[in-house]
C-alpha cells in the first residue's frame, strides 16, 4: 500500500511555545506505517515532497508529481492561541485557511489521487469537545473538521473512506504544554500510533477517532 503522509504544526504563535519536541509524534506514525507500507512524506520545508496544506495548488502540484496512492493522512495545520479578547477576525482566518480548510482541500484534491477503496485520515485534537483558555479558534476549527468528516464521509466516492483522528496531549509534548492543559492525562505514543492504525487499516469511515486518556 502507498500512503502519503503530510504533516502539521500548531502555531500557537505565542511566545512560550516553540515545539521541536513535539515534531516526534507524526514522525512515530509515518514509523510504524513505513513497517508495511510505502510512505511519502511531505511538508513545507521537510520531506519528500515540499507542500503547503494552506496553498490548494502546491496540494494539486504535489499529488500531480507523486501519482495515485492508496492512502492520505495529514498530520498537519496551524491555528492560532490566544485569549478570545485579543483574538482578530485576521488570528481565526489563519486556522481556518491552514488546519480547517487545509485538510477540506486535501480532502477535496487528493480524492481524485487514491486508488478505489483508498482511505483518508485527518488530525484534530481534544480541543474540538473539551477545550482550554487560549483555544476559541483551534477548538473552532477542529469541530468544524469534526462535522466535515461526518457528512463528506456520506459522499465519497469508489469505496473511498475518511476518518480523523483527535488525540489529547500527546506524551512527548506535555512537559511542553502541560501548563495549558491542566488536569490533563498525556496520551502514550502508543495509543496516538494504534489511532491511525484504526483509521488506515480498519473498516470505518466518517469516523471520530477519539483517544483523550
Ligand atoms: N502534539 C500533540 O500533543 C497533539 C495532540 C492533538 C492534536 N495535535 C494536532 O496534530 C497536528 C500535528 O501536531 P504535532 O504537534 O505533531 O505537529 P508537529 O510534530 O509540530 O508537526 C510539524 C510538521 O508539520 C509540517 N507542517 C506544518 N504546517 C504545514 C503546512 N501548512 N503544510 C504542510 N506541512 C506542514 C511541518 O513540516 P514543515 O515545517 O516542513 O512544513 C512539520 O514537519 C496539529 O494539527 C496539532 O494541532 C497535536
Given at each position: 500500500m502507498s500512503i502519503f503522509n503530510t504533516?502539521?504544526?500548531?502555531?500557537?504563535?505565542?511566545?512560550?511555545?516553540?515545539?521541536?519536541?513535539?515534531?516526534n509524534y507524526r514522525k512515530k506514525v509515518s514509523e510504524h506505517l513505513?513497517?508495511?507500507?510505502?510512505?511519502?512524506?511531505?511538508?513545507?520545508n521537510s520531506g519528500d515532497f515540499t507542500m503547503d496544506i494552506a496553498d490548494s495548488d502546491s496540494i494539486e502540484k504535489m499529488f500531480r508529481k507523486l501519482g495515485k496512492?492508496?492512502?492520505?493522512?495529514?498530520?498537519?495545520?496551524?491555528a492560532k492561541?490566544?485569549?478570545?479578547?485579543?483574538?482578530?477576525?485576521?488570528?481565526?482566518?489563519?486556522g481556518i485557511k491552514s488546519k480547517l480548510m487545509g485538510q477540506v482541500n486535501l480532502v477535496r484534491i487528493g480524492q481524485h489521487f487514491l486508488n478505489p477503496g483508498g482511505y483518508i485520515t485527518l488530525s484534530t485534537g481534544i480541543l474540538a469537545d473539551d477545550p482550554v483558555v487560549m483555544t476559541a479558534s483551534a477548538a473552532m476549527v477542529n469541530g468544524g473538521?469534526?462535522?466535515f468528516v461526518q457528512a463528506a464521509a456520506l459522499e465519497l466516492k469508489d469505496?473511498?473512506?475518511?476518518?480523523?483522528?483527535?488525540?489529547?496531549?500527546?506524551?512527548d509534548a506535555y512537559e511542553k504544554y502541560k501548563d495549558y492543559f491542566p488536569g490533563h492525562t498525556p496520551i502514550s505514543m502508543g495509543k496516538a500510533?494504534?489511532?491511525?492504525?484504526?483509521?488506515?487499516k480498519g473498516k470505518g469511515n466518517g469516523q471520530i477517532i477519539r483517544v483523550y486518556d
Open positions: 504533516f502539521g504544526t500548531p502555531n500557537y504563535r505565542n511566545e512560550n511555545f516553540n515545539n521541536r519536541r513535539a515534531r513505513s513497517k508495511t507500507e510505502i510512505v511519502s512524506i511531505a511538508g513545507r496512492v492508496d492512502a492520505i493522512v495529514c498530520i498537519a495545520g496551524e492561541w490566544d485569549h478570545f479578547e485579543n483574538l482578530s477576525e485576521e488570528d481565526f482566518y489563519i473538521i469534526h462535522s469505496a473511498i473512506r475518511l476518518n480523523v483522528v483527535s488525540l489529547g496531549l500527546v506524551i500510533v494504534n489511532a491511525y492504525v484504526k483509521s488506515v
